[in-house]
């Protein structure tokens, strides 16, 4: 069985718009905060105050060099939106409803959602700002032959990952419509997937339109069909065209679960036997 990483590096300096910030904590300041943590002995203020004398006196010292080669455990912290990098947008994303009940957040997303067959279609034709209409997803299930099953995890490749960590990477996409979100959903598919910024047009297209036309159906369609039915979708995937066939393979794309919230980052794959 062959593994495809569908998914990009959470990183500094990625092109959002919130940078995301890591800060490293490496083996040797790890060793030093090591040894101070040490001192505290948990529920015990007068343990710990004793600890602190000790170590003031030099007697209750974990030093780097007390750890292999004066190394201690390396770990980072990281302030990132939940949309930062590849990330599942939950139902919650959308709107407080979803499908007439409370939307499900993150942490609630079904595991079995998240785990089965997937489909690629193939939009790379669709030029910048341009809508993916369900006449284009219905055209590309019949190039491919294929029927949609319920449960499927279907992937709207784009191409747009190629310009990722490149200026033009939040708005160089097609966007998806309405219909043929709704239309998806209707033959039983949970989660979908891009591989461009948003599942949407880009933020500058839809603005444009709106303010063209006074039509507020210009504003986030795809995401607001999520409030009509209920659906997740992944953005920021990535390796797309890895994948040798449209069907006939697993993706497993299970979010990290932060309660309460409107989306968790993604590890996704696809299995290709
Ligand atoms: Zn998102």
């Known amino acids: 069985m062959q593994l495809i990483d569908l998914s990009l ?22 060793a030093f905060l090591l040894g101070l943590a040490a001192l505290i002995v948990k529920g015990s203020i007068m343990a710990s105050i004793k600890n602190l004398f000790l170590y003031l006196l030099g007697r209750f010292r974990i030093m780097p060099s007390d750890f292999p080669e004066g190394m201690g455990l390396a770990w980072e912290k990281v302030i990132a939106s939940t949309h930062t990098g590849t990330h599942m947008d939950a139902p919650y994303h959308f709107g407080p409803i979803s499908g007439g009940k409370p939307a499900r957040t993150i942490d609630n997303i079904p595991l079995e959602w998240c785990f089965g067959n997937g ?14 209409s369900l006449t284009d997803v219905q055209n590309e299930l019949k190039r491919i032959d294929y029927h949609i099953q319920p449960l499927d995890i279907v992937l709207i490749m784009t191409g747009a990952d190629k310009h990722w960590d490149k200026k033009d990477y939040l708005d160089c996409h097609p966007g998806m419509s309405s219909e043929a979100t709704l239309w998806l959903i209707d033959q039983g598919v949970r989660v979908m997937g891009t591989d461009a910024y948003g599942f949407d047009q880009p933020f500058k297209n839809m603005i444009r339109d709106y303010l063209k036309t006074n039509d507020k159906n210009h504003l986030w369609p795809a995401h607001l069909a999520g409030r009509v039915k209920e659906y997740a979708h992944i953005e920021k995937m990535a390796n797309l065209d890895a994948i040798p066939k449209p069907y006939g393979f697993k993706i497993a794309c299970f979010p990290v679960k932060i309660e309460g919230a409107s989306a968790g980052w993604t590890r996704a794959v696809a299995m290709v036997e």
């Open 119 to 132: 489909v690629i279609l193939d939009m790379r034709h669709k030029k910048q700002g341009e809508v993916i």
């Open 9 to 30: 590096p959470l990183k500094n300096g990625a092109i959002e718009p919130e940078e995301p910030r890591i800060r490293y904590l490496n083996h040797k300041r790890g």
